[in-house]
């Protein structure tokens, strides 16, 4: 719960605005913008099917996201959060996502 309120914290003071980073096909890093959402107390992940960064989730499901920084100095601090994705396919929490 701590390292979640300070993900969101951080997450809503740099405008949503993340750092996606992934693995590509040659196992080279690869970085992407995305705007994560929190709902239902869970990281979402989302955004247009069949983009490269999708792809690479698909082959591998190993991330990393970091909130934007724009402050130079890191004054307020920033969060990175790690892990591994799943593609959720529940047309109900779709749906709830999409009305919420």
């Given at each position: ?14 405008g ?63 969060a ?16 709830r996502?999409?009305?919420?």
């Amino acid at each position: 719960p701590r390292v979640a309120e300070i993900f969101v914290r951080r997450h809503a003071a740099a405008g949503k605005l993340c750092l996606l980073a992934t693995l590509r096909a040659d196992g080279s890093p690869r970085i992407s913008p995305i705007e994560p959402r929190i709902f239902e107390d869970r990281l979402w992940m989302i955004g247009m099917p069949d983009t490269t960064k999708f792809r690479d989730l698909h082959r591998d499901p190993r991330f990393c996201v970091h909130t934007a920084t724009v402050d130079t100095q890191v004054t307020e601090g920033d969060a990175k959060l790690w892990g591994e994705v799943a593609d959720v396919r529940d047309p109900a929490l779709h749906e709830r996502f999409a009305e919420d």
